[in-house]
Protein backbone atom coordinates (compact mmCIF):
# COMPACT_ATOMS: atom_id res chain seq x y z
CA UNK A 1 0.00 0.00 0.00
CA UNK A 2 1.50 3.70 -1.24
CA UNK A 3 0.85 6.07 1.73
CA UNK A 4 0.15 9.77 0.25
CA UNK A 5 0.42 12.72 2.25
CA UNK A 6 -1.21 15.28 0.12
CA UNK A 7 -0.64 19.18 0.50
CA UNK A 8 -2.57 21.90 -1.19
CA UNK A 9 -4.26 25.00 0.85
CA UNK A 10 -7.40 24.66 -1.34
CA UNK A 11 -10.09 21.72 0.43
CA UNK A 12 -11.72 21.18 -2.46
CA UNK A 13 -8.28 20.25 -4.37
CA UNK A 14 -7.62 18.10 -1.41
CA UNK A 15 -10.99 16.41 -1.53
CA UNK A 16 -10.49 15.87 -5.61
CA UNK A 17 -7.19 14.45 -5.42
CA UNK A 18 -8.94 11.95 -2.16
CA UNK A 19 -11.34 10.78 -4.67
CA UNK A 20 -8.93 9.95 -7.59
CA UNK A 21 -6.68 8.22 -5.47
CA UNK A 22 -9.74 6.05 -3.02
CA UNK A 23 -10.67 4.14 -6.54
CA UNK A 24 -7.18 2.95 -6.53
CA UNK A 25 -6.74 -0.39 -4.31
CA UNK A 26 -2.80 0.09 -3.61
CA UNK A 27 -2.92 3.49 -2.79
CA UNK A 28 -4.37 5.22 0.44
CA UNK A 29 -4.52 9.19 1.46
CA UNK A 30 -3.11 8.79 5.06
CA UNK A 31 -2.59 12.52 5.60
CA UNK A 32 -3.55 16.06 4.10
CA UNK A 33 -1.59 19.59 5.10
CA UNK A 34 -3.30 22.75 4.01
CA UNK A 35 0.33 24.79 4.04
CA UNK A 36 4.05 24.47 3.66
CA UNK A 37 4.81 24.23 7.96
CA UNK A 38 2.23 21.40 8.53
CA UNK A 39 4.14 19.90 5.47
CA UNK A 40 7.33 19.87 7.67
CA UNK A 41 5.87 19.24 10.74
CA UNK A 42 4.10 16.12 9.36
CA UNK A 43 7.10 14.55 7.27
CA UNK A 44 9.23 15.02 10.08
CA UNK A 45 7.33 13.69 12.67
CA UNK A 46 6.23 10.22 10.33
CA UNK A 47 7.04 8.51 6.79
CA UNK A 48 5.39 8.79 3.89
CA UNK A 49 5.57 7.05 0.52
CA UNK A 50 5.21 10.15 -1.34
CA UNK A 51 4.27 13.38 -0.82
CA UNK A 52 2.06 15.37 -3.78
CA UNK A 53 2.31 18.90 -2.49
CA UNK A 54 1.48 22.34 -4.75
CA UNK A 55 3.94 24.55 -5.56
CA UNK A 56 2.48 27.39 -3.57
CA UNK A 57 1.06 27.33 -0.15
CA UNK A 58 1.01 29.70 2.82
CA UNK A 59 3.79 29.17 5.00
CA UNK A 60 7.03 27.45 3.23
CA UNK A 61 6.22 26.94 -0.05
CA UNK A 62 7.79 26.36 -3.52
CA UNK A 63 11.21 25.24 -3.98
CA UNK A 64 12.07 26.20 -0.18
CA UNK A 65 9.68 23.41 1.11
CA UNK A 66 11.28 20.98 -1.43
CA UNK A 67 14.42 21.07 -0.13
CA UNK A 68 13.11 21.12 3.66
CA UNK A 69 11.41 18.04 3.41
CA UNK A 70 14.43 16.20 1.42
CA UNK A 71 16.44 17.47 4.37
CA UNK A 72 14.18 15.57 6.62
CA UNK A 73 13.43 12.36 4.16
CA UNK A 74 16.11 12.44 1.65
CA UNK A 75 14.52 8.83 1.00
CA UNK A 76 11.25 10.26 0.61
CA UNK A 77 9.93 10.84 -3.31
CA UNK A 78 7.94 14.66 -4.08
CA UNK A 79 5.76 15.30 -6.79
CA UNK A 80 4.87 18.17 -7.20
CA UNK A 81 1.50 19.46 -8.36
CA UNK A 82 1.09 22.84 -9.45
CA UNK A 83 -0.91 25.72 -11.70
CA UNK A 84 2.25 26.92 -12.48
CA UNK A 85 3.53 26.54 -15.74
CA UNK A 86 5.68 23.37 -16.48
CA UNK A 87 8.48 25.13 -18.38
CA UNK A 88 9.23 27.72 -15.68
CA UNK A 89 9.01 26.14 -12.41
CA UNK A 90 9.56 22.14 -13.10
CA UNK A 91 13.32 22.46 -13.39
CA UNK A 92 13.28 24.50 -10.52
CA UNK A 93 11.48 21.85 -8.70
CA UNK A 94 13.55 18.93 -9.53
CA UNK A 95 17.10 20.27 -8.86
CA UNK A 96 15.42 21.10 -5.63
CA UNK A 97 14.89 17.38 -5.05
CA UNK A 98 11.05 16.48 -6.45
CA UNK A 99 10.80 13.69 -8.10
CA UNK A 100 8.41 14.46 -10.26
CA UNK A 101 6.12 17.84 -11.55
CA UNK A 102 2.38 17.57 -12.69
CA UNK A 103 0.40 20.82 -13.98
CA UNK A 104 -2.61 20.95 -11.99
CA UNK A 105 -4.78 20.81 -15.46
CA UNK A 106 -3.40 17.02 -16.11
CA UNK A 107 -3.57 16.01 -12.96
CA UNK A 108 -6.69 13.67 -13.33
CA UNK A 109 -4.72 12.15 -16.22
CA UNK A 110 -1.16 11.61 -14.80
CA UNK A 111 -1.50 11.59 -10.99
CA UNK A 112 -2.00 8.12 -9.99
CA UNK A 113 0.70 6.75 -13.01
CA UNK A 114 3.23 9.57 -11.50
CA UNK A 115 2.73 8.44 -7.78
CA UNK A 116 3.47 4.95 -8.72
CA UNK A 117 5.89 5.90 -10.91
CA UNK A 118 8.08 7.91 -8.08
CA UNK A 119 7.12 5.58 -4.79
CA UNK A 120 8.96 2.57 -6.99
CA UNK A 121 12.03 4.80 -7.32
CA UNK A 122 11.35 6.89 -10.63
CA UNK A 123 10.85 10.01 -11.82
CA UNK A 124 8.19 11.58 -13.69
CA UNK A 125 8.37 14.60 -16.05
CA UNK A 126 7.60 15.45 -19.66
CA UNK A 127 9.99 15.51 -22.37
CA UNK A 128 10.16 18.78 -22.52
CA UNK A 129 11.86 19.02 -18.55
CA UNK A 130 14.03 15.91 -19.28
CA UNK A 131 15.45 17.79 -21.63
CA UNK A 132 15.97 20.67 -19.72
CA UNK A 133 17.32 18.74 -16.90
CA UNK A 134 19.83 17.51 -19.38
CA UNK A 135 21.01 20.68 -20.67
CA UNK A 136 21.68 22.12 -16.72
CA UNK A 137 24.13 18.88 -16.91
CA UNK A 138 26.12 19.50 -19.96
CA UNK A 139 25.91 23.42 -19.15
CA UNK A 140 24.21 26.14 -18.76
CA UNK A 141 22.74 28.13 -21.86
CA UNK A 142 24.34 31.14 -22.83
CA UNK A 143 23.29 34.79 -21.17
CA UNK A 144 22.34 35.75 -24.91
CA UNK A 145 19.92 32.73 -25.30
CA UNK A 146 18.72 32.54 -21.94
CA UNK A 147 15.25 34.11 -20.35
CA UNK A 148 16.51 36.77 -18.13
CA UNK A 149 14.57 34.77 -15.29
CA UNK A 150 16.54 32.00 -15.76
CA UNK A 151 19.57 34.57 -13.86
CA UNK A 152 17.63 34.62 -10.75
CA UNK A 153 18.27 32.81 -7.43
CA UNK A 154 15.72 30.58 -6.65
CA UNK A 155 14.72 33.14 -3.24
CA UNK A 156 15.12 36.01 -5.94
CA UNK A 157 12.88 33.91 -8.51
CA UNK A 158 9.66 33.65 -5.04
CA UNK A 159 10.13 37.53 -4.51
CA UNK A 160 9.80 38.03 -8.44
CA UNK A 161 6.38 35.64 -8.12
CA UNK A 162 5.33 37.36 -5.14
CA UNK A 163 5.71 40.75 -6.35
CA UNK A 164 3.91 39.82 -9.34
CA UNK A 165 0.97 38.72 -7.35
CA UNK A 166 0.36 41.51 -6.13
CA UNK A 167 2.13 41.35 -2.51
CA UNK A 168 4.15 44.53 -1.32
CA UNK A 169 7.63 44.06 0.66
CA UNK A 170 6.27 44.04 3.89
CA UNK A 171 3.75 41.44 3.16
CA UNK A 172 6.71 39.65 1.33
CA UNK A 173 8.60 39.84 3.95
CA UNK A 174 6.06 38.29 6.74
CA UNK A 175 5.26 35.64 4.60
CA UNK A 176 8.86 34.29 3.93
CA UNK A 177 9.85 35.39 7.88
CA UNK A 178 12.49 37.67 6.44
CA UNK A 179 12.77 41.43 7.46
CA UNK A 180 11.54 44.09 5.03
CA UNK A 181 14.88 45.30 4.14
CA UNK A 182 16.34 41.71 3.20
CA UNK A 183 13.14 41.40 1.01
CA UNK A 184 14.20 44.91 -0.38
CA UNK A 185 17.31 43.92 -1.09
CA UNK A 186 16.48 40.69 -3.10
CA UNK A 187 13.87 42.95 -5.11
CA UNK A 188 17.13 45.57 -5.98
CA UNK A 189 18.58 42.24 -7.29
CA UNK A 190 16.68 40.82 -9.37
CA UNK A 191 15.69 44.30 -11.51
CA UNK A 192 19.56 44.78 -11.58
CA UNK A 193 19.78 41.00 -13.33
CA UNK A 194 17.08 41.25 -15.16
CA UNK A 195 18.09 44.77 -16.40
CA UNK A 196 14.45 46.51 -15.27
CA UNK A 197 14.50 49.85 -13.55
CA UNK A 198 10.93 49.00 -11.66
CA UNK A 199 8.22 46.85 -10.38
CA UNK A 200 5.73 47.76 -13.26
CA UNK A 201 8.37 46.15 -15.71
CA UNK A 202 8.69 43.34 -13.53
CA UNK A 203 5.14 42.20 -13.33
CA UNK A 204 4.38 42.57 -16.51
CA UNK A 205 7.19 40.35 -17.65
CA UNK A 206 5.77 37.75 -14.98
CA UNK A 207 2.53 37.99 -16.58
CA UNK A 208 4.21 37.53 -20.41
CA UNK A 209 6.62 34.99 -19.43
CA UNK A 210 3.47 33.06 -17.46
CA UNK A 211 5.37 33.36 -14.02
CA UNK A 212 2.85 33.79 -11.74
CA UNK A 213 -0.64 31.27 -11.77
CA UNK A 214 -4.01 33.14 -11.55
CA UNK A 215 -4.72 31.12 -8.24
CA UNK A 216 -1.39 31.52 -6.77
CA UNK A 217 -1.01 27.58 -6.39
Do not use: C, F
Not at 42 to 49: A, G, H, L, N, P
Not at 166 to 176: D, F, N, P, R
Request: glycine residues 6%; hydrophobic residues 45%.
Amino acid sequence: MIRILVADDHAIVREGLKQILAKQSDMLVAGEAANGNDVLQMVRRESWDVLVTDMSMPGRNGVELIKLVKQARPAMPVLVLSMYDESQYAVRAMRAGAAGYINKESASDQLVSAIRTVASGGVHVSATVAAALLQTVRGKPSAASAPPHETLSDREMQVLQMIAAGSTVTEIASKLALSPKTVSTHKARLLEKMHMSNQAELIRYAIEQRLVAGDQG
